[in-house]
């Protein structure tokens, strides 16, 4: 989604506009997915829960996790961020008593290690940052638990469709109060576009589908991977240059990966 998110910004768009367009996409696909293929809404209390996610605690994740770029470096947030599957792994642990063997407990901190290693370069902050990327990286680890409780009574597609649809009401509302910049030509849009059928549908559905079956601690460790992905994309469309660092990381994360589907299996 960054490579995307760059593109957007270029064009003149701000981060508000880019999250209501988002969601606001994303949603109304996801919908009409729904419709068409006669798929089943959540019941309401879990409708109810669903909003409640994408509209409160996602959109505030998401705020937080902007404001702290404010305050501290990408590299620096991103990896704040990137604690929740050590975060969601312990949580799931302590509150809903998911196992949590020696084995699996070590790849989620190798996972980490290498995530660490990948977004390394230019760490810097205040203490300001370190506490919104801390504490979003808290709600997003809420937001996982929350919805891998969810997903074992109601089917991804739905769920996820309440969600999107949650925050972009939520993010609406912000632009319909505040002045959003949107995206000035074809450029913007289609990156506009890009982020809410790849990063968004696919990336949710995917992800909530991998919670269903992996449960959130096991699916959380292995979305280590996005940064790998983004890293390597960067380079490949973008003409970045890959420090040994973030290769050796990015060889850690996919270790780390292998190692876990050899626990599970």
Do not use: H
Request: some cysteine.
């Amino acid at each position: 989604m960054a490579i995307f998110a760059r593109q957007a910004y270029a064009d003149g768009a701000d981060v508000t506009a880019v999250l209501f367009l988002r969601f606001l996409i994303a949603g109304l696909l996801m919908a009409l997915l729904m419709v068409a293929g006669r798929r089943p809404w959540p019941r309401l209390l879990a409708i109810g829960i669903l909003a409640l996610m994408g509209g409160g605690i996602y959109v505030l994740q998401s705020f937080l996790f902007f404001k702290a770029l404010q305050y501290a470096s990408a590299g620096l947030v991103g990896l704040l961020l990137y604690l929740y599957p050590f975060l969601v792994t312990v949580m799931g642990a302590l509150l809903f008593r998911e196992p949590l063997g020696a084995k699996r407990f070590t790849a989620v901190c190798l996972a980490l290690a290498g995530t660490a290693l990948t977004l390394w370069g230019g760490m810097s902050g205040s203490a300001a940052g370190v506490a919104l990327g801390v504490i979003a990286a808290l709600l997003y680890s809420a937001y996982i638990l929350v919805g891998s409780r969810i997903l074992k009574n109601e089917e991804p597609l739905g769920s996820a469709t309440v969600v999107m649809l949650s925050a972009a009401a939520v993010f609406g509302v912000m632009v319909a109060i505040g002045e959003p910049a949107f995206p000035q030509s074809a450029t913007g849009w289609r990156a506009i576009v890009a982020i809410a059928v790849f990063s968004t549908v696919i990336a949710i559905v995917g992800f909530f589908i991998g919670m269903r079956i992996l449960g959130a601690a096991d699916a959380s460790t292995l979305s280590t991977l996005e940064p790998v992905v983004t890293i390597a994309l960067a380079a490949i469309f973008l003409g970045e240059r890959l420090q040994p660092l973030q290769l050796i990381g990015a060889a850690v994360v996919l270790g780390a990966v292998v190692w876990l589907t050899r626990i599970r299996s």
